[in-house]
């Protein structure tokens, strides 16, 4: 892929509103941009139905960007690798769910034989709860950690002292 396409993809995708127009990165060239770009894709989709880049079996080092659920996968796009597959997975998408409405996240559809439940992803909290939960989160595994450095430490003092006083 040339600059000039992967600046008019990115371009795609800023008027999409998959990325954000002073977001730094670039999800066509790096992996970990392309993550966030996939969590975002795939938060328009049902429950159950997610976006994924898979390897093209027979065409090394082709990826398929795919919308896959619980009764079939669609092939969307295929690439020269996974940032590739999952920008341009990204931008047929908005087709994708004109055609294929079941998919998309206002239709939440359970697998047969289980119960209709919440949308797949949750609304975001505020800033000041998401910090306090944060807050408490890290209280617990500095308290547990804590306990678990401090019990085998006393021991060992113990014994040391134990040792240390009889050969005295």
Known sequence: MTEQERQKIKASLIEFGFWGADEPGDPTIYYHDAQKLQDRAEGKLAKYTYLVSTVVPNRPPARCGMVVNSERAYNLVIAET?????????????????????????????????????????????????????????????????????????KAVKKSAKKGGAAK
Do not use: N, T, W
């Not at 997975?89 to 294929?100: D, I, M, N, S, T």
């Not at 975001?124 to 209280?139: L, P, R």
């Open 82 to 154: 996974y940032p590739e597959s999952i920008c341009l997975a990204a931008l047929a998408l908005p087709e994708f769910l004109r055609r294929h409405p079941e998919c998309a996240a206002d239709q939440v559809k359970a697998p047969a034989g289980e119960p209709l439940s919440k949308p797949k992803r949750k609304a975001s909290k505020s800033s000041s709860a998401k910090k306090a939960e944060k807050k408490q989160a890290k209280k617990a595994v500095k308290k547990q950690a804590g306990k678990a450095v401090k019990k085998p430490a006393k």
